[in-house]
């Protein structure tokens, strides 16, 4: 993947160090090459790699969307493809090496895309409107793929319709649906752990127990696959600089939902396994989810499964839209 050139500079607070930054305004993030980032955090190249190599391995992120190549000039006068790597990598490798210039990079660049948003929404709003539409769009892609591979025409496809509906009014109501509008973002903000890892696996089990009773369930049911669930767990409670990366119970729920669905943790049942779960989660923290039907978790779970990786923020805002519906 190639990317446009639109150079910037971060200078640390020391001085020490001064990094010509890429701004990628239209994905709205920005790149650092390896020697870069190695720089940044004050590391050995070496380091810096294994530790990219470990976010991509297990898939903490898609490899896909946060490297790309720029054209550089090396002092030989040359010109070379060099592979850099979006905010998301630049953070989790800050996670793992807890640089405190890391953080400071952190917050010149959260600054940096607030401050090009504010201006960029100003002079174009438009460009929301287009972002949402493209959006809905895909849903419906992705909707219509789903009833077709599933041959569902029946009370799921139609509630599977309603959760497109519903998101796509949603989002015209708002004029867009960003994270700094939704009022999810501002309710039930909550750092208490509820949810311990004991506490999943028992319930877990509980659930597999039930199902094997019934005949709905085989002994596979709930089994799980080396350390996927403790890793998703770990995820969505992840802190930075002592403050958790999803304050939202709703972020959380819906982020457990769609890992449990799409990194299959358990060796069987993960469709069943991340909707009992999300109910679970919301449960937790006193969330009652009387509203969502079954018929409507089942469509959503189907959506999630088969939306390909790409899609994964199109899916949390599905997510959120439908377990959200009683409060916005």
Same mark, same amino acid.
């Given at each position: 993947?190639?990317k ?19 701004? $990628?305004? &239209?994905?709205? !993030? ?7 980032i ?12 294994? &530790? ?18 720029f054209?550089t +000039? %090396? ?11 979006n ?6 490798v800050?996670y ?5 210039? /890391?953080i400071?990079?952190?917050?010149w %660049? ?6 090009y948003? @504010? *201006?960029?929404?100003?002079?174009n709003?438009q ?6 539409? $493209? ?16 041959g569902?025409v029946?009370?799921i496809? /139609?509630?599977?319709? =309603? @959760? @497109? ?9 708002l004029? %867009?649906?960003? #994270? ?5 973002l ?5 750092? #208490?752990?509820h949810f311990?890892?004991e ?18 369930a085989?002994?596979?049911? /709930? ?6 669930? $403790?890793?998703?767990?770990? /995820? ?17 729920? %819906?982020?457990?939902?769609?890992? !449990?669905? *799409? $990194? &299959?943790?358990f ?7 991340g ?19 079954? =018929? ?6 189907l ?6 990786p ?8 599905? @997510?959120?839209?439908l377990?959200?519906?009683?409060? +916005?």
């Amino acid at each position: 993947m190639s990317k446009k050139q639109n150079i910037v500079t971060f200078s640390s607070s020391d001085e020490l160090i001064s990094l010509a930054v890429h701004l $990628d305004t &239209h994905t709205e !993030t920005v790149w650092l090459s390896l020697n870069q980032i190695a720089e940044l955090f004050g590391r050995d190249k070496s380091v810096i790699s294994r &530790h990219l190599k470990r976010i991509f391995e297990t898939e903490e992120l898609d490899k896909n969307s946060a490297v790309a190549f720029f054209a550089t +000039t %090396a002092t030989d006068g040359k010109t070379y493809n060099i592979e850099h790597f979006n905010l998301d990598a630049i953070l989790s490798v800050g996670y793992r090496v807890n640089s405190k210039r /890391g953080i400071e990079f952190r917050r010149w %660049a959260s600054h940096l895309l607030k401050d090009y948003l @504010i *201006k960029g929404y100003t002079v174009n709003n438009q460009r929301l409107l287009t972002v949402g539409l $493209d959006e809905i769009s895909r849903c419906l892609d992705i909707l219509t793929q789903t009833l077709l591979s599933h041959g569902h025409v029946d009370d799921i496809g /139609g509630a599977a319709l =309603e @959760i @497109i509906h519903s998101y796509a009014k949603s989002w015209l109501l708002l004029n %867009a649906f960003d #994270e700094d509008r939704l009022p999810y973002l501002q309710k039930h903000q909550n750092s #208490e752990d509820h949810f311990s890892f004991e506490f999943c696996l028992k319930s877990i089990h509980q659930l597999k127990e039930n199902l094997i009773q019934q005949k709905e369930a085989s002994s596979l049911f /709930g089994n799980r696959r080396e350390h996927g669930l $403790d890793q998703i767990l770990g /995820g969505i409670h992840q802190t930075f600089d002592g403050q958790l990366l999803y304050p939202s119970v709703y972020e959380r729920a %819906a982020h457990l939902f769609y890992f !449990t669905l *799409k $990194d &299959h943790p358990f060796v069987d049942g993960n469709k069943r396994i991340g909707s009992f779960l999300l109910l679970l989660y919301l449960a937790a923290y006193g969330l009652s989810m009387s509203h969502i039907s079954q =018929e409507s978790l089942v469509a959503l779970a189907l959506l999630v499964a088969r939306s390909d990786p790409g899609d994964k923020d199109i899916m949390i805002k599905l @997510i959120l839209n439908l377990i959200t519906k009683d409060e +916005t």
